[in-house]
């Protein structure tokens, strides 16, 4: 019996790929769209702002920061050009692959945040659309011990609001844990909180520009489907078998679903979501 297809490798593959014929980098993230217009061509010029944004919130360096969840290093190789010295902990052996290409200065540790047997004191953990990957109260205990005392922890992501129940799986867009659980959290510990901005809405923005990347590929699926079904059946015939084979119903479904509906708009997402910026410190003493 053949391997089973990593769709999440190809996937991300895919992805990069694209953002970097499109950007010129390889940044999956959000963009921070305030004075920009909603359109494909400016995506980079988007996340660009949003890096600059999370970068305004860094304490004065030169840090020696843990990036978790780095991405494919784009974050990092940006940090080091200012001057910081930077390790990565990212779960994913094709993006530690991209990290080592794009940040080759930065340290590169492939596992998850939970199991990280590195050594501190840093003076910075950031949480770059990573946090809600991580058992809230594991990622900031596990933060907390890696820091120097007086270190931060900067936190850069989407949480469920209070609007988010009994939602449907295909309408769901975000993600995360829930605002007010990790609120909580943070009040109940030692960390204290310096900074805290919703950039909610200045994000959003992001979801209707991918919907729309997402129907343009779905238009011509469906195009081509259409010829096919009348010019070539055999062939539509083996391929619709061969889908079948590698996608279960329920995921072709779904792709279908995202690929030509638009169920996933920045309304929607500031509805359920809240994409908040989150500064900690830890106690001197």
């Given at each position: 019996m ?12 895919v ?7 499109l950007t010129?980098?390889?940044n999956l ?7 920009f ?6 995506i980079?010029?988007?996340q660009?702002?949003y890096t600059d944004k999370l970068?305004g919130y ?6 020696r920061?843990?990036d978790?969840g780095g991405?494919?290093?784009?974050t990092?190789?940006?940090l080091?050009a200012?001057?910081h010295s930077?390790?990565i ?10 990290c080592?290409?794009n940040?080759?200065e930065?340290?590169?540790h492939?596992c998850m ?6 050594q501190?004191?840093?003076?910075l953990?950031?949480?770059s659309e990573s946090?809600q990957?991580i ?11 890696l820091?120097?005392?007086g270190?931060?922890i900067?936190?850069a992501?989407?949480?469920?609001s209070a609007?988010?129940?009994?939602v449907?799986?295909?309408q ?7 605002l007010?659980?990790?609120?909580s959290h ?8 310096l900074a805290e901005e ?11 520009v991918e919907q ?5 590929v779905g238009?011509a699926?469906?195009?081509?489907d259409g010829e096919?079904?009348?010019?070539k ?9 061969f889908l079948?084979?590698v ?11 995202r690929?030509?509906e638009q169920k996933?708009?920045?309304e929607v997402f ?5 994409y908040?910026?989150?500064r ?6």
């Open positions: 053949g391997q089973k297809l990593d769709t999440r490798a190809i996937g991300l593959d992805g990069l790929s694209f953002m970097r014929w010129g980098a390889e993230h959000y963009g921070l769209w305030t004075g217009d909603v359109c494909a061509q400016n980079g010029a988007a660009a702002a970068f860094l304490p004065k360096g030169p840090l920061i843990l978790i991405g494919a290093g784009e990092a190789k940006k080091i200012l001057g930077v390790e902990v990212v779960p994913s052996a094709f993006l530690a692959s991209r080592r290409e940040a080759p930065a340290q590169v492939e945040f939970e199991d990280y047997a590195g501190g004191p840093f003076d953990c950031l949480f946090f990957y058992p809230y109260d594991t990622a900031l205990t596990r933060a907390a011990e820091l120097r005392p270190g931060e900067l936190i992501d989407c949480f469920r609007n988010y129940q009994g449907k799986r295909s769901t867009v975000g993600g995360g844990h829930r007010s659980a990790v609120q943070i009040s109940a510990s030692a960390l204290t909180l919703d950039i909610t809405e200045a994000v959003a923005p992001s979801i209707d729309g990347l997402f129907n343009v238009h699926i469906t195009r081509v096919m079904q009348v010019k059946p055999r062939a539509r015939w083996m391929l619709t078998k079948r084979m996608l279960k119903e329920r995921s072709r479904f779904r792709l279908m679903e690929l030509t996933r708009t920045a500031c509805h359920m979501n809240r908040m910026i989150l900690l410190h830890k106690p001197e003493g």
